[in-house]
């Protein structure tokens, strides 16, 4: 079975700063991907980065990175020069790539809290 | 694009009511709608896949009788609870499968369902 593990309940960065949120999986299969997603306290999800299970090369999107560790099955997302409004729950998931719709998959969450 | 509009965002119920939760997709059709549950500052956990048409799909350990699913068109996915306890206050929130979406997932922005 598919699990991801956040092993990080809350999270403390200074503005500015760049913090990094873990995230390991688990799985048996080759083809997945990883998700990001932000949820302020609105609840919506907020999808921040992706990354396929055969990328080659981490994935980035503006602040957001994602350091892709395959063989350690780790995801980790680094969020750099934070900004007050990242304070939020982050949620690390994943999905396998199986015929049909298959659901994504969370960890337990993160929450970030940005220090001015 | 790909929006779903969920309704209502928050609901306050006596227990012993029932509660519809609508997932209505505006620009896409969605043929799987997934459900989840979220407990206050815990994840989110998948309780059922609906598919336009046939049964919902449940995770183990959900109610079906409880927690009814319908989603009689491409455009429309609801959950109903039934006979609402407090213990069913939660957030809930339906996600979509699409093609356009980066990465094919949207979410609704959620339910807030309290029961007294």
């Known amino acids: 079975a598919q699990k991801i593990t956040q092993t990080q309940p809350g999270m403390f960065v200074q503005e500015k700063e760049a913090v990094t949120l873990d995230c390991t999986y688990d799985?048996?299969?080759?083809?997945?991907?990883l998700f990001w997603y932000k949820q302020p306290s609105s609840g919506e999800m907020i999808f921040l980065i992706y990354?396929?299970?055969?990328?080659?090369q981490n994935a980035t999107e503006g602040r957001y990175s994602l350091n892709f560790q395959k063989a350690r099955k780790s995801a980790n997302l680094v969020i750099s020069a934070s900004q007050l409004g990242d304070s939020a729950m982050y949620f690390c998931?994943?999905?396998?790539?199986?015929?049909?719709?298959?659901?994504?998959?969370f960890g337990k969450g993160t929450r970030l809290s940005v220090i001015a | 694009g790909a929006v779903v509009s969920q309704h209502p965002s928050r609901v306050i119920c006596k227990s012993g009511t029932s509660v519809k939760i609508e997932c209505r997709s505006l620009?896409?059709?969605?043929?799987?709608m997934f459900w989840y549950r979220q407990f206050p500052k815990k994840s989110l956990m998948l309780m059922a896949t609906?598919?336009?048409?046939?049964?919902?799909?449940?995770e183990q350990g959900v109610e079906k009788d409880k927690f009814l699913i319908n989603h009689a068109s491409l455009t429309l996915s609801t959950l109903t609870v039934t006979s609402a306890h407090p213990e069913d206050s939660s957030f809930y929130i339906c996600?979509?499968?699409?093609?356009?979406?980066?990465?094919?997932?949207?979410f609704g922005s959620g339910t807030r369902l309290t029961v007294v």
């Open positions: 996600s979509a499968r699409t093609v356009l979406r980066r990465y094919g997932y949207t």
């Open positions: 620009d896409f059709q969605a043929t799987t």
């Open positions: 998931a994943m999905r396998h790539y199986k015929t049909g719709n298959t659901p994504l998959v």
């Open positions: 990354q396929g299970s055969y990328d080659e």
């Open positions: 799985t048996s299969d080759q083809s997945y991907g």
């Open positions: 609906s598919n336009e048409g046939s049964k919902a799909t449940y």
